[in-house]
């Protein structure tokens, strides 16, 4: 069974960066990133294919967050720039058999979330 840990939520000032990441003890096809602001329901962020390393954002984040995996290491980072207070939500790391920014049955584990509040 796969477990995630994630790392790295803090509170920032707007326009400020920070670099999440969640260690995982086995990889599965999609590693991603969903976020949920309170009141709203969980929006996929980013993913990565864990076969070639491609990476898809939500339209929000495009251009601003980078997505990384090291599958040595068992690692996978989102790296967030820009920030706005828009960004401020509990940021997940998923594991899944399906490379989707949908919420679906395919995201079968879940870690317990890390917190980004951005300031304005």
């Known amino acids: 069974q796969v477990h995630l840990v994630e790392s790295g939520g803090d509170s920032v000032q707007a326009g400020g960066s920070l670099r999440l990441s969640c260690t995982y003890t086995r990889s599965s096809s999609c590693m991603s990133w969903f976020r949920q602001a309170p009141g709203k329901e969980r929006e996929g962020v980013a993913y990565?294919?864990?076969?070639?390393?491609?990476?898809a954002y939500a339209d929000s984040v495009k251009g601003r967050f980078t997505a990384a995996q090291d599958i040595p290491k068992k690692m996978l980072y989102l790296q967030m720039t820009g920030l706005t207070p828009e960004d401020t939500a509990t940021y997940f790391c998923v594991a899944g058999s399906l490379c989707s920014l949908l919420n679906g049955i395919w995201w079968d584990t879940w870690g317990q979330g890390t917190q980004v509040t951005v300031s304005s």
């Open positions: 990565v294919q864990t076969k070639d390393g491609f990476t």
